[in-house]
């Protein structure tokens, strides 16, 4: 594609001068022969060698069209290869970045230092092509288990920013062996019925129909949605979804027992303090230390015992999960829809209650080859750490192109 005519090594760069054979040339407008007009050199960042920043000296061809009636005028080489038109981080270069990003946990900011430019202009070589890759609508082709999920992407002010909530739509299709691969496919802002059925209305017939099951937060808007667009669709409860509000019903008992009996908000030195982690985890997860801990703290005082049946309650919603036998599972399942929104503790109840509102979506995990679990949990741990990495976003539009391509929806 292009020859090395030089190299040039100085202390930690390196300069390489490249060309393109000469050739004749043709006028991309009307065809007649077109005499150069000379060259035009122009500087390239390529992948650094180690240590070493590399830049690349192409001496592009320019010619200029003979014909006086054509409107061409001068025209430069374009090497789509080398790098994009009017572009100045190689094309090499873009995909190392891509590679680095989405493996390595890589920042941008990172790369632009590694590369010796700015970050302005590592990420304007590196947006058009994940912006190309979001607009291949194959991207989205054999979906056949969808995940809607959704998530806070700024606290700052909704009038400037637009909506706090982005809503999540996950590939969480098996593949021959069973294994789920979880995609991050999009990120529509608001969390609403409208935001998921403008989405799935987008994507057309063929993928509609494809769904054989989706799984979802809590959240009334999306079920109607998946009803209406996703006709043959199970809706299935999220089974993290579900796990996570069982440890927020604990959290809060916690911290109304703790008002209750102290007086204050719990800090250091409460003995209900002390095991917030404790009563988060999974119970099969403790160490005999750690259980030790706990019935310490129960026993510190008679109050404490809501939070320990609080606890219990949420340790037998993720038994469900976690019972190999699915039939099994869906028996635990039903014992806890005829029995927690009868329970005393009136978080418990409420969430007997919003499960019993949800009966046949919480159950339907146990008939569907249990939907997914981790899959939706690994997305959103990427996002976090993604988010942390790059200490925040500004732009909504580059923080959904940057999550798709960490979260794997560019690649099919
Ligand atoms: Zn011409």
Redesign the pocket.
């Known amino acids: 594609m292009v020859h090395v005519e030089g190299v040039e090594r100085t202390d930690g760069h390196m300069r390489v001068e490249v060309s393109t054979p000469s050739q004749l040339m043709g ?1 991309p ?2 065809g ?1 022969v077109a005499p150069s007009r000379g060259r035009r050199v122009r500087q390239l960042h390529d992948v650094p060698h180690g240590s070493t920043r590399v830049v690349l000296v192409w001496r592009q061809r320019v010619w200029r ?1 003979p ?1 006086p009636a ?1 409107a ?1 005028g001068t025209f430069t080489e374009q090497v789509p290869d080398l790098v994009r038109a009017r572009g100045s981080v190689t094309t090499r270069a873009v995909a190392w970045a891509m590679e680095q990003l989405r493996r390595e946990h890589a920042t941008i900011s990172g790369l632009a230092r590694q590369l010796g430019i700015a970050w302005k202009t590592m990420w304007r070589g590196i947006k058009p092509v994940l912006e190309h890759l979001d607009g291949q609508e194959q991207r989205f082709e054999g979906v056949k288990s969808l995940g809607v999920d959704e998530h806070i992407w700024h606290h700052g002010d909704p009038r400037r920013k637009g909506p706090k909530e982005l809503t999540g739509m996950v590939d969480l299709t098996r593949d021959e062996q069973g294994r789920v691969h979880a995609r991050l496919l999009d990120l529509v802002p608001g969390r609403s019925k409208k935001a998921c059925t403008d989405w799935l209305t987008a994507r057309g017939d063929a993928f509609r129909k494809n769904i054989a099951v989706a799984a979802l937060d809590p959240f009334g808007g999306y079920k109607a949605a998946i009803d209406e667009e996703l006709a043959d669709a199970v809706a299935v409860l999220d089974a993290f979804h579900v796990v996570k509000l069982g440890t927020q019903v604990v959290d809060e008992v916690r911290r109304r027992v703790q008002q209750a009996t102290l007086g204050h908000r719990g800090r250091k030195g409460d003995p209900l303090y002390g095991i917030q982690t404790i009563l988060r985890a999974g119970a099969e997860n403790l160490t005999d230390k750690q259980l030790d801990r706990l019935a310490t703290a129960v026993e510190a005082d008679p109050a404490h015992e809501e939070v320990y049946v609080a606890w219990r309650c949420a340790q037998d919603l993720r038994a469900t999960y976690r019972d190999k036998d699915a039939t099994k599972g869906r028996r635990r399942a039903e014992k806890i829809l005829d029995s927690f929104h009868t329970c005393p503790i009136p978080e418990v109840a409420r969430l007997g209650r919003t499960l019993r509102r949800w009966r046949e979506a919480f159950l339907a995990y146990f008939t569907t080859g249990r939907a997914n679990n981790g899959p939706t949990e690994a997305v959103n741990g990427i996002i976090e750490l993604h988010r942390r990495l790059a200490r925040g976003y500004r732009n909504r539009t580059n923080y959904r192109l940057r999550m798709l391509l960490a979260a794997g929806g560019l690649t099919p």
């Open positions: 006028c407008d009307c007649v069209c014909d054509c061409r």
